[in-house]
Structures are given as C-alpha cells and as structure tokens.
C-alpha cells in the first residue's frame, strides 16, 4: 500500500508571501499525482493533476512540480481566498487505489 | 455545468444498511467512470469505491470490501452506493466524485452525511 505525507501539517503565511507544501510517496507514483483544495463545509477542488498540469479556471499563481516520491504545490502570492486545507492524491495501477495524503492547513499568519 | 448531487444520508443505527444515490448532469455520464470517496468529520479523505463507466471494473478500498457496493444507472444519469453491515467508522461525508481518466477526480458533489450510531 503506497502512503502518502505531507508536510508542514499546518503551513502559517502572511497574504502575498509565498508558501511551499510537500507531498511524498512511500514509493513511486510516477506523475500520478493531484492537488485539492478544500475549504471549511465545501467539497475538494481539483487544482493540479499529472503533478503539474493546472486544472480548468485555476489561477497561475498554483504551480505543482515533481515526480517519483516527491511533489510539491506551490503557491506563488497567497490570496485572502487561498487559505485552506490543501491534500495530494496518488493513483496505483495495481493494486487499483486512490490514496490521499492527511493534508496541509494553509492558515493566516 | 457539470454537477454531480448526493442524496441518501442520515442517521442508522451499527449494523444497518444505506443506499446512497448520486445525480450527475452537465455531462456525458455514460462515458465517465466515477468514485465515492468518504470524509470522516475534521478527517482527511478517504477512496471508497471506483466504477468505470460501463460498469465492467469495479475495485473498492479494504476497508469498505464485502460490505459496500457501487453500481451506476447510465440511463438515469445515476451512481449510487449500498452500504451494508454499517460500523460506527463509516460515519463521514461521502462524496461522488467523477474520474476523467483514472488517475484524478475532476469534480465533485457537495456530499451527504452517514451517521452510524445507535
């Protein structure tokens, strides 16, 4: 079973700063790997996919990068509507799972 | 618009059973597969079930195998979940979710509470 981390758990930034999170897997990937946003009482929004193609009507400010075991989300200039809780998903061809890593709070500093 | 709506949830008591249903509309339903995917309250996200979309493979997470089953209605425009032998550890939001190609989940529905307890 691939399991996936993140970190920082909680990432605490000041609006307009940069702010980095990281996502491992336990073992190789390849590029099967998401980002998804989720705000307080909403469903997950798709952000990136394939590690580091932006999803339909996501701002260029989201980038992601990586492949293998290691990713990162970056946000370029967070925005007051950027605070959230942010997770990674992986895709495994066999056994057939979608595993989410625990998350990333992105709070205001 | 793609919009997927969840309906289904509620309170059942250890043991029991629950179907969830998920309308999609906005798109093709019949040419996508599609997951649940379960949130326990201030958790993180948990797989639950994938179909594709002829319904010709289905996998679930080990947690939920035996015990739940996916199915899909193309003609209704329709997924659902039947949840059976329900354990307090199945309370969650559960979300439907549709999977452009097997790899990410491009939308998702609003969700719908399952409360286990007696």
């Known amino acids: 079973e691939i399991v996936m981390t993140q970190s920082p758990a909680t990432l605490s930034v000041s609006p307009g700063e940069r702010a980095t999170l990281s996502c491992r897997a336990s073992q190789s990937v390849s590029s099967n790997l998401a980002w998804y946003q989720q705000k307080p009482g909403q469903a997950p929004r798709l952000l990136i996919y394939g590690a580091s193609t932006r999803a339909t009507g996501i701002p260029a400010r989201f980038s992601g990068s990586g492949s293998g075991t290691e990713f990162t989300l970056t946000i370029s200039s967070l925005q007051s509507e950027d605070f959230a809780v942010y997770y990674c998903?992986?895709?495994?061809?066999?056994?057939?799972?979608?595993?989410f890593g625990q998350g990333t709070k992105v709070e205001i500093k | 618009e793609v919009q997927l709506v969840e309906s289904g949830g509620g309170l059942v008591q250890p043991g029991g059973s629950l179907r969830l249903s998920c309308a999609a509309s906005?798109?093709?339903?019949?040419?996508?597969?599609m997951n649940w995917v379960r949130q326990a309250p201030g958790k993180g996200l948990e797989w639950v079930s994938y179909?594709?979309?002829?319904?010709?493979?289905?996998y679930y997470a080990d947690s939920v195998k035996g015990r739940f089953t996916i199915s899909r209605d193309n003609a209704k425009n329709s997924l659902y979940l039947q949840m059976n032998s329900l354990r307090d550890e199945d309370t969650a939001v559960y979300y439907c979710?549709?999977?452009?190609?097997?790899?990410?989940?491009?939308?998702w529905g609003q969700g719908t509470l399952v409360t286990v307890s007696s």
């Open positions: 906005g798109f093709t339903f019949s040419s996508y597969s």
């Open positions: 179909i594709s979309s002829s319904s010709s493979t289905i």
């Open positions: 998903q992986q895709y495994n061809n066999w056994p057939p799972t979608w595993t």
């Open positions: 979710a549709r999977v452009p190609d097997t790899a990410h989940i491009d939308y």
